[in-house]
């Protein structure tokens, strides 16, 4: 059974950091595109950022570019989202994912596994 277990949300004011973490279990982790997305109170869930298995495309949503930075550690199993800098618009709950399908980086319906997401809130 595929599982994914996000942590490392939390409350931080604006201008902090946080680090969001996403074990994998259940499944080869290698070889296997996984992303981040988020929703917000209201609003649909939106593509935060992505990466494909051999790490060779990264992808970020315009909004966050250069603030947030993705990487795995292959080797644990684990997804980790680097949040520097954040904005009370960043606040949403956060979900990892696993890919399954071929659709691009971007696409929510290229994920068959989703996590239960994490919750992250930026105060001013």
Avoid: I
Wanted: glycine share 12%; aromatic share 10%; charged share 20%.
């Amino acid at each position: 059974q595929v599982q994914l277990v996000e942590s490392g949300g939390g409350s931080v004011q604006a201008g902090g950091s946080l680090r969001l973490s996403c074990a994998v279990s259940g499944r080869t982790f290698s070889r296997t595109a996984m992303g981040w997305f988020r929703q917000a109170q209201g609003k649909d869930r939106e593509f935060v950022a992505a990466m494909s298995w051999s790490a060779g495309t990264t992808p970020y949503a315009d909004s966050v570019k250069g603030r947030f930075t993705l990487s795995r550690d292959d080797a644990k199993g684990t997804l980790y989202l680097q949040m520097n800098s954040l904005k009370p618009e960043d606040t949403a709950v956060y979900y990892c994912a696993l890919a399954t399908g071929r659709t691009p980086l971007n696409d929510s319906r290229k994920y068959g596994y989703w996590g239960q997401g994490t919750q992250v809130t930026v105060s001013l």
